[in-house]
T-cell receptor, first 109, second 115 residues
Framework: RKEVEQDPGPFNVPEGATVAFNCTYSNSASQSFFWYRQDCRKEPKLLMS???SGNEDGRFTAQLNRASQYISLLIRDSKLSDSATYLC??????????FGTGTRLQVFP | EAGVTQFPSHSVIEKGQTVTLRCDPISGHDNLYWYRRVMGKEIKFLLH????????ESGMPNNRFLAERTGGTYSTLKVQPAELEDSGVYFCASSQGRTPLFEQYFGPGTRLTVT
């Protein structure tokens, strides 16, 4: 079983839609959580960290449920430029990042 | 400020040959990481340097892989001899300090194909 599980998608949504991605992690020792974005054939880039209280950055909202070992990312008012793969990443208080396989989002006009 | 750079961007070699990948971290970043994505799988950690010292090499798949960071600046990852299953994208990342307090910045990757 993978340590970080994500629905690979693709999620195909129209511009302006709201879309949510979920991710589960299996190791309860995980302490830090992130969403990375990866464009096709490019490097992963940090989108946002995820905090227990939930956090928002513009159109993006991330939530963490430690009891259920579940992380989510909500994107409101989707733009064409949001098309990418979204990687759920956890960290167990070492320097190693543990990645999910990613969820692909395609926003169409 | 220049980001993490990697060379080459692509490499195609035959099984049994040797390949050396290079990573130049962001200037001043003492922490350097290697990751790998094999087709259809998730990105996986290989190892972590702090300056020239290997801090964690728990992700290195076997002794055909050798990473070095002489002088604590750029790093090389050598695969010798390469096998078909080594094909994938090798990412390097660097950070100013320890995770999770400091962000890891990734390079564009080296796409390795072993035929």
């Amino acid at each position: 079983r993978k340590e970080v599980e994500q629905d690979p998608g693709p999620f195909n949504v129209p511009e302006g839609a709201t879309v949510a991605f979920n991710c589960t992690y299996s190791n309860s020792a995980s302490q830090s959580f992130f969403w990375y974005r990866q464009d096709c054939r490019k490097e992963p880039k940090l989108l946002m960290s995820v905090y227990s209280s939930g956090n928002e950055d513009g159109r993006f909202t991330a939530q963490l449920n430690r009891a259920s070992q579940y992380i989510s990312l909500l994107i409101r008012d989707s733009k064409l430029s949001d098309s990418a793969t979204y990687l759920c990443v956890v960290n167990r208080n070492t320097d190693k990042l543990i990645f999910g396989t990613g969820t692909r989002l395609q926003v169409f006009p | 400020e220049a980001g993490v750079t990697q060379f080459p961007s692509h490499s195609v070699i035959e099984k049994g040959q040797t390949v050396t990948l290079r990573c130049d971290p962001i200037s001043g970043h003492d922490n350097l990481y290697w990751y790998r994505r094999v087709m259809g799988k998730e990105i996986k950690f290989l190892l972590h340097f702090v300056k020239e010292s290997k801090q964690d090499e728990s992700g290195m798949p076997n002794n055909r892989f050798l990473a070095e960071r002489t002088g604590g600046t750029y790093s090389t990852l050598k695969v010798q001899p390469a096998e078909l299953e080594d094909s994938g994208v090798y990412f390097c990342a660097s950070s100013q300090g320890r995770t999770p307090l400091f962000e890891q910045y990734f390079g564009p990757g080296t796409r390795l194909t072993v035929t």
